[in-house]
């Protein structure tokens, strides 16, 4: 049974009275995102400096290593406070729990995944959606691109998802999901050499010249407010 497993930080006292005050902290602010609709930054900013974002990344990597029931200890007393702030940070321990017994995820990504969560406080989770909309599981196009008759067909095993369109569309794909927060994206094609040689002619570019013109056009908007 993997480390992560085994039950470390159970009975830390230091532990617990921490995340008893952050829980308080964030139940004064729950009213107004919930009521907004808006995302508690601030608070996985809190979770960040508390250690509490890598509690389940392995100490090899910088992280704390806890187990099990640490975690299910801090979900808990973290949702008296913030149901949604809990739910986000589950998605983090589920990740990274599964991250550390996977055998099929390439060593270097792993451990890209588990420094930027203990370096930069990077939040991870899975790509989902509601079962009417379909999933990487059931098959069907999501969102425009995202193509996913593979994964049904085999259970949803490897790489088996894929965003579909010309260079122009996939780019339009990624972007929005750069819209909603996400600044790193590991894409691999079924073929794995030539759709990377595509990649590096036709879709990066393509993204990056996009993402410029974002940085630019915030950085416009962020100077004439001030």
């Known amino acids: 049974m993997s480390e992560i497993f085994t039950g470390a930080w159970v009975g830390d006292t230091r532990l617990a009275e921490s995340v008893t005050e952050l829980a308080y902290e964030f139940a004064g602010r729950a009213a107004g995102h919930d009521r907004d609709g808006s995302f508690p930054f601030e608070n996985f900013a809190r979770l960040r400096t508390a250690g509490l974002l890598d509690l389940m990344v392995p100490r090899e990597y910088g992280g704390h290593g806890a187990g099990l029931a640490a975690a299910c200890g801090v979900i808990s007393e973290i949702a008296r406070g913030d149901a949604s702030t809990a739910l986000v940070l589950t998605m983090q321990y589920v990740a990274h729990a599964l991250l550390t017994r996977s055998l099929q995820c390439p060593p270097h990504l792993r451990e890209r995944v588990f420094r930027d969560a203990v370096e930069k406080g990077a939040l991870i989770n899975h790509l989902r959606v509601e079962p009417d909309l ?21 259970g949803a095993r490897g790489n088996t998802r894929a965003l579909v369109g010309t260079p122009e569309q996939v780019a339009e794909s990624l972007l929005a999901y750069y819209d909603l927060g996400v600044t790193t994206f590991l894409i691999r094609g079924f073929d794995p050499l030539e759709d990377a040689i595509d990649y590096g002619r036709e879709l990066i570019p393509l993204v990056r010249l996009e993402v410029a013109r974002r940085e630019t056009s915030a950085t416009a908007k962020w100077s004439a407010a001030g």
Do not use: H, S, Y
């Open 134 to 154: 379909g999933t990487p599981a059931r098959g069907k196009v999501l969102d425009k691109r995202l193509w996913t008759e593979v994964a049904a067909a085999t």
